[in-house]
């Protein structure tokens, strides 16, 4: 990632100081990358669009703590990040709890062959979805996203090497998982 330009760090010291235009100005350059990150990460328009809400509300309340050690976009990605991967947890832990024994869906056969004809994006987003959250956050980031390690790190709150494991692990896991399903197709 380029470093931040001079406009965008006077963007944010103007919103810092309560300029709420500044911050719109910032807002309008960050939403659809915020959108898009909430969307990979909660697999949802409706909660990606309520996360990216969010992400810009805590941090137009936040700008004034924001030190600017790295990034402004770096800065609102890991929020992005955080309440992303935290609603997907909460919605999870909701439905494990809420489904009623009488209304318990039915276990799908994880050997049923994958469908041919399945698009392949829409098949590795599928993927991408079986993955632990943070491996798929790292991979999102990493990838889709074009963050260094150091970038997922920041935004993960977590050490570089951790990064590292989690993307070598988590590709691991996808090439697996898509070898099976290729040879289920076969």
């Known amino acids: ?9 006077a963007l944010v010291g103007r919103a810092q100081a309560g300029d709420q235009d ?63 991967l935290d609603r997907r947890e909460r919605l999870v832990a909701r439905a494990r709890h809420e489904t009623p024994a009488a209304e318990t869906p039915e276990i799908v056969d994880e050997a049923a062959p994958p469908d041919a004809a399945e698009d392949v994006g829409v098949r590795m987003e599928r993927l991408l979805g079986k993955l632990p959250e943070r491996a798929r956050a790292a991979i999102v980031l990493y990838y889709y996203e074009d963050r260094s390690v150091l970038e997922v790190a920041r935004i993960l709150g977590l050490p570089e090497g951790t990064v590292k494991t989690l993307l070598a692990r988590a590709r691991v896991t996808l090439r697996d998982a898509w070898t099976r399903e290729e040879a289920r197709l076969r």
Not at 1 to 9: F, G, I, L, N, R
Not at 35 to 60: H, I, K, N, P
């Open 1 to 9: 990632m380029a470093a931040p330009d001079k406009d965008e760090s």
């Open 22 to 84: 500044a911050f719109r100005v910032l807002v309008g350059a960050h939403k659809d990358r915020a959108y898009a990150l909430a969307l990979r990460l909660t697999g949802s328009a409706a909660d990606a669009e309520e996360v990216a809400q969010d992400a810009f509300v805590r941090a137009w309340r936040a700008l004034p703590a924001f030190r600017g050690e790295a990034a402004f976009g770096t800065w609102l990605h890991r929020i992005v990040s955080r309440l992303a």
